[in-house]
């Protein structure tokens, strides 16, 4: 059978982050009854979608999944059972922040199959947790993160971000050596995004807050990316190091092209080579708002969307995989964009895999722009 992936969306909030420009409520506290129902009847309607797929993984993301009550989770994650089929190695992951989660809550998590927990950190600085409105302090990070491994879980990951305003290379590095004494099988290491119409962006421009220059952010994920993998990390994607054998498997596999199915509001889909998504709007979703079709796949659009994704991967391209996939040699199909990418020092080529170079990774972006 093939392999699908479902993400559950949980917009739901106790506060929202000033630099968040996700689907996410903290005010509609409300209406989780309602969706909960909702979502349970989007899965049930969706059944016949998955009938030649075994779900490999499943993931609650945020919104903060661990603020509604757990038997809500539970009662989304007994829904999925009772009409897909599930693998027995699923991967099942859900986001917490702490400030939200309980003993209790984790234990009901654990004891019914999430077998993975992601965590949001973002600094080990109380202070910049603070500038940036996070509800927590690293000190209930550390709880959470205790509580966690006392319930049972063997796979956790920390999220940290690099780029804030304020933060210093030694406010990262503080971070990461508080973060590796827990020894987490994951680290997920993201720049700060300004997005537009965000609090962060309206403090930004009034001058309360002033970000890092390029060199010192190019520094502050160096210096991360170093210190990991001198610990025995993998650096396998742009954002991300494990422990070998702990790789998110739900992210490889959209990076990899595999499907997947999204169920809540603004929650996106992939399958038989089409992209769509729920409505952004609760209320509208709430209504039975039909699906927004954002894209019908061809195979030269299959193709591009396959490099831009596989650049992502530290390792990068199997030249192999992509033949495998397309009947096609991808430096055939892209000889072109290969050709000025590789002159630019931007990717290597060896006998079996296209990737980005030191300064490929630097300048990520540019070399993702070549496959859109």
Same mark, same amino acid.
């Given at each position: 059978m093939k392999e699908l992936g479902i993400y559950v969306h949980i917009p739901f909030c106790k506060k929202k982050c000033l630099y968040c420009d996700f689907i996410s409520y903290s005010d509609k506290k409300n209406l989780i009854e309602k969706y909960i129902k909702k979502v349970e009847m989007e899965i049930e309607n969706n059944k016949n979608n998955a009938k030649e797929y075994e779900i490999s993984t499943i993931y609650f993301g945020g919104g903060t999944p661990s603020y509604i009550k757990s038997d809500d989770i539970v009662k989304i994650l007994n829904t999925i059972e009772s009409n897909y089929i599930i693998s027995e190695d699923a991967e099942i992951t859900i986001e917490v922040n702490p400030g &939200? $989660?309980? *003993?209790?809550?984790?234990?009901?998590?654990?004891?019914?199959?999430?077998?993975?927990?992601?965590?949001?950190?973002?600094?080990?600085?109380?202070?910049l947790?603070?500038?940036?409105?996070r509800i927590h302090t690293y000190e209930q990070f550390l709880e959470t993160y205790n509580l966690a491994r006392k319930v049972g879980f063997k796979n956790i990951n920390v999220d940290l971000m690099i780029g804030l305003p304020n933060q210093t290379l030694e406010d990262v590095k503080k971070s990461l050596e508080k973060i590796i004494a827990l020894k987490p099988e994951h680290i997920s290491v993201y720049s700060l995004i300004v997005e537009e119409g965000t609090p962060i962006e309206e403090q930004i421009e009034k001058?309360?807050?002033k970000l890092p220059n390029e060199e010192l952010?190019?520094?502050?994920?160096? &210096? $991360?990316? *170093?210190?990991?993998?001198g610990l025995g990390y993998k650096h396998y994607e742009i954002s991300n190091f494990a422990i070998k054998g702990y790789e998110s498997k739900h992210n490889l596999n959209c990076w990899e092209q595999k499907e997947y199915l999204g169920f809540g509001v603004s929650a996106h889909s992939y399958i038989n080579g089409i992209r769509y998504s729920n409505?952004?709007?609760?209320?509208q979703y709430l209504k039975n708002a039909k699906y927004i079709i954002h894209e019908v796949q061809t195979t030269n659009t299959q193709k591009k969307e396959y490099m831009l994704l596989g650049l992502r991967?530290?390792?990068?391209?199997?030249?192999?995989?992509?033949?495998?996939?397309?009947g096609i040699n991808p430096i055939i199909e892209f000889k072109d964009k290969l050709n000025k990418l590789?002159?630019?020092?931007?990717?290597?080529?060896?006998?079996?895999?296209?990737k980005l170079t030191k300064k490929g990774i630097d300048l990520a972006n540019i070399v993702w722009e070549e496959f859109v």
């Open positions: &939200t $989660v309980t *003993k209790e809550k984790l234990k009901n998590y654990y004891e019914n199959k999430i077998n993975r927990i992601s965590i949001g950190l973002q600094s080990c600085n109380n202070n947790l603070k500038m940036i409105g001058g309360n807050l952010e190019r520094q502050e994920y160096w &210096t $991360v990316k *170093k210190f990991l993998e409505t952004e709007n609760i209320e991967k530290i390792d990068g391209i199997k030249i192999s995989k992509f033949k495998n996939k397309f590789s002159k630019e020092k931007l990717i290597e080529i060896d006998l079996d895999n296209i």
